[in-house]
């Protein structure tokens, strides 16, 4: 039985910061050339691309090592060219892969695989691949190195997918999942999700796991407070979620993310009665972009937890 198609979303963050930067004629420019170079990364993995998306693009890959090879050469040579680079016109890239049918029409695809990839492209941070765990289940190289992040909910499928990252790096962290041939796994300690450092002029709390949901907000009800008039009472929720931990707005005005990648800071995700998966560090603004350098901004960090590792691996 052939395998399914594979569908990637790979997106450039931060491209309005850099329309600032450079003016709208030189950044339109460097952008479209940015485009054009992932879309023929893809297509010399044997993807087709669908469609550009302004500063992004949809592809679709007969299977999943095409995809995912794809991918990992697209993270490697453009954090590469990003070292040259100013800070200010910095573009990460945030990409989302998914396995499934796929149905075409009039020369779009459609279908549940196109829907998850393109949701995981927006929930991943900045420089970071999510993929499902049917991609990962295609993938026959025991040097592909993820982390499973559990179930993920996304919006409009009542079933939450399980969603790992692949790791682009070139070195390995005991952090990440190892495929091997051996069947039985182990729970072990590292430093995925366990608690959460929240950080806002000088207020300072953890909250372990257990300690969640939170809710961050204006009003003494919330756990951690944060007195601004762009807040809102209860502004955003923290759960713990099936080992991870996931940041849900429910403000009126929206919550901004902001990611610390091993360079600095990269571009921010919007949240509009949304969510995604907090890991690492990075920043939280509510009420405002993080752009806007007056918004109330809450600094994160998560530490602890367990992930799954191969017993081969957990060594």
Known sequence: MAAPP??????????????????????????????????????????????????????????????????????????????????PLRMDLQIGVASGEVV??????????????????????????????????????PGL???????INIRGKTEMPIVHRIDWQEEITEFM???AALVHQARVPDSSFGQIELSWLDV??????????????RVDEAEFVVND?????????????????????????GTWVRFHGRSGASGEIALRRDECVLHGSGEIGLGAPLSDFSAPTIAFNTTGGNVLLSRKDAR
């Open 177 to 179: 999942t190892v495929p």
């Open 6 to 87: 594979t569908v990637v979303f790979a997106d450039l963050t931060g491209s309005t910061r850099v329309f600032e930067a450079m003016g709208n004629a030189r950044a339109t420019d460097t952008v479209t050339r940015l485009v054009q170079w992932i879309g023929g990364v893809c297509e010399s993995h044997h993807g087709r691309v669908v469609k550009t998306l302004g500063d992004g693009i949809f592809a679709i890959f007969p299977n999943a090592a095409g995809a995912v090879d794809a991918v990992l050469e697209l993270q490697r040579n453009h954090q590469k060219r990003l070292m040259a680079w100013p800070a």
């Open 204 to 217: 300072r709390s953890m909250f372990r796991a257990s300690d969640l949901p939170i809710h961050l907000g």
């Open 104 to 141: 075409e029409v009039d020369g779009d695809s459609y279908g549940d695989a196109v829907n998850l990839a393109s949701r995981l492209s927006d929930l991943a941070g900045p420089g970071q691949i999510w993929a499902t765990a049917s991609v990962i289940d295609q993938i026959t190289d």
């Open 229 to 253: 008039p762009r807040v809102s009472r209860l502004h955003a929720r923290i759960e713990a979620r099936q080992g991870s931990c996931v940041l849900v707005d429910v403000s009126t005005y």
């Open 145 to 151: 190195r993820h982390r499973n992040l559990g179930p």
